[in-house]
């Protein structure tokens, strides 16, 4: 089961980031009115600078896409905060469980 639920994880992790790095191409070409093949290369690089490719990737999700400000900040911050939610709910659990003394 745990193989099964590893391998979903991954899954949705390359599609998050994919998504995520697909909204950085289209702001890019958007931007700087450049071909998509330079927006690609282009976002190879900036994609993993972190606060400039996660707010490039934001505003290309609201500025290209036409997403309002909380569709964009699920794409780029829910996943944070679904980790936070779920490492809070299993701490919880393992406090009234007495596993964690």
Do not use: C, H
Not at 23 to 44: K, N, Q, R
């Amino acid at each position: 089961m745990a193989g099964i639920l590893g391998t979903i994880l991954a899954v949705g992790y390359l599609g998050l980031g994919l998504v995520q790095w697909w909204a950085t191409i289209d702001g890019l070409e958007y931007w700087f009115d450049i071909s998509g093949f330079m927006a690609f290369i282009l976002s190879g690089f900036i994609a993993y600078i972190p606060l400039v490719g996660t707010i490039a990737g934001f505003k290309g999700a609201m500025d290209v896409w036409g997403w309002d400000f909380m569709q964009a900040a699920l794409l780029f911050f829910g996943p944070f905060i679904a980790i936070i939610i779920i490492s809070i709910f299993g701490g919880v659990i393992d406090k009234i469980s007495g596993r964690n003394e």
